[in-house]
C-alpha cells in the first residue's frame, strides 16, 4: 500500500469522508491532471494500443470517405 498523504485520508479499502471527496474533485486537482497527462504512467503504458486504435480509426474514416465519395456502402461492423 502507498503512503497517505495526510493522516486524515482513507485508504482504498475505505469509504472516503466529506474532506476526502472533496479534495478528489477540487478543480485544483483536475487541472493539474490536464497539465501534467503527457508525463502519466498509465499513458505511457497504453500508447501503443490507443496508437493502434487511432490510425485504425483514421483509415476506416478515410475509406469511408472515398467509399461514400465513390457512391458504395460505408463500412460498419456486424450486429
Known amino acids: 500500500p502507498g503512503v497517505l498523504e495526510e493522516k486524515s485520508l482513507l485508504s482504498m479499502t475505505h469509504l472516503w469522508d466529506a474532506s476526502t471527496w472533496a479534495r478528489h474533485k477540487s478543480?485544483?486537482?483536475?487541472?493539474?491532471?490536464l497539465v501534467a497527462w503527457p508525463h502519466s504512467?498509465?499513458?505511457?503504458?497504453?500508447?501503443?494500443?490507443l496508437g493502434v486504435i487511432?490510425?485504425?480509426?483514421?483509415?476506416v474514416l478515410q475509406i469511408n470517405a472515398l467509399l461514400a465519395e465513390a457512391g458504395r456502402p460505408r463500412l460498419t461492423l456486424p450486429l
Open 27 to 33: 478543480r485544483h486537482r483536475w487541472a493539474h491532471m
Open 41 to 49: 504512467s498509465i499513458l505511457r503504458a497504453i500508447r501503443l494500443p
Open 54 to 59: 487511432l490510425l485504425v480509426t483514421l483509415a
